[in-house]
């Protein structure tokens, strides 16, 4: 008997030259060779075009206990889909339904009974009492028409019913995310999706949402919700806070979006998240215009200073004349009482406001800066951002919802 004593190494580019060849020859293949080297091989729809050469791919042989590199990857992610075919994406060839999805008619061939496995909602959506469980006749195709669902959402939710993992992208956009979180929702499946949300989810709760778009931060809160995204839900309220105003009439609003009704999203309703956004902007503004008073307080009583009284007089004025070309000297006359429940402000704005009165008054100070209230060490980091926000956010309980999709808290 002949002894084979080719390496893993050697064994493998050999039975990746058998497969390219027959790719070549219009072969449509999935191979596993097996002996001391354990390669899968799923080449079914390359292009022959941009086949690249055994000896430049990359991937790990396991070789007993040793890993071994290169030389294999064929990667499925950047090649033409195979399972289309007159129109319709075939996630199962054999597959008896057919869901005609969103308002391009978007068509998909599944498998019902794989559906009906996957959650409850499917299961009565097919074999209910609704319209469509009764629409499959015989001889007939069975079709379900699904207008109001995203087909690229869907598309994914599908993929991991019928197992194609692979299909699966790594990485979506929020507005892809947002429908993915939608549809897992409407047909019960967050929990299937578990092995995603969280890489999904990060990148999005990373970014800067100072300038996001409102709308989308009210999508943001709900999606943070739905996955018990504790981090993402109260770094989007707070976004809110700092950028809520108020009208006339007392009722919130977002500073530079005038178009944009906080009370018609039906996310921030549905959440009942604008109580606690009013009540942390005002306990923000609150603390905010404390400040000023304690240093409006510590002006009239007096100061360390050698010549406090010349000091302590010209720094007042000062401040009373910043105020004053503010338009704002009712602060000074009612010394801040009233001012957080009243004024129409932002809390990013009023800060602001505040530390340009900080400025006019230290510069009446000339050589005695360091007198001022607002200069003592307990003040400087204060003014020098906007106060931290997170604590005025009252706790919601998110534990069953990052339970059920694998974020963490």
Known sequence: MLMNTDTPLEMTRKAVNIALERVKAGADIKTTFSQ???????????????????????????????????PICLNKNTMPN?????????????????????????????????LACSSEAWETLLHGPCLEGKAQQDGQDWEIYLPDDDP???????????????AVPKVVSFELLFQLIELSDKYNMVASLKPFWRDWNRQHI???FSGVDPAQLGHQIWVSNTLGDRYGYRKAIMAFVTRTATNDQGQLRLTGFENYNLYQDIYLESLEVLEPIRQARLAILEEICDRVKDGMDALISGSRCAFQHSCDCAMLGALHRAMASLGLEHWFSRKMEGVAQDTTLSA??????????KTHTLLA???????SPWEQPENVEWFAALPEISRFIPD???TRQAAESGVDL
Do not use: Y
């Not at 007159?86 to 308002?103: A, I, R, S, Y």
């Not at 869907?154 to 993929?159: G, K, W």
């Not at 704005?349 to 009165?357: D, G, S």
């Open 206 to 208: 990373l970014r800067d």
């Open 365 to 371: 100070a000339r050589g005695h800066v360091k007198c």
């Open 82 to 114: 195979p399972r289309s075919s007159g129109g319709v994406e075939m996630l199962d060839p054999h597959g008896d339904l057919k869901l005609v999805v969103g308002e391009d008619k978007v068509v998909f061939q599944v498998c019902s009974r794989a």
């Open 152 to 166: 690229d959402g869907l598309r994914i939710i599908l993929n991991v019913i019928h197992q194609d993992l692979e």
């Open 396 to 398: 919601h309980d998110m």
């Open 348 to 357: 990013t704005q009023l800060f602001a406001r505040v530390k340009n009165i």
């Open 36 to 70: 001391d080297a354990i390669i899968d091989i799923d080449i079914s729809c390359i292009d022959t075009d941009h086949i690249v050469e055994p000896n430049i791919l990359q991937s790990t042989i396991s070789a007993g206990d040793q890993d071994v590199s290169p």
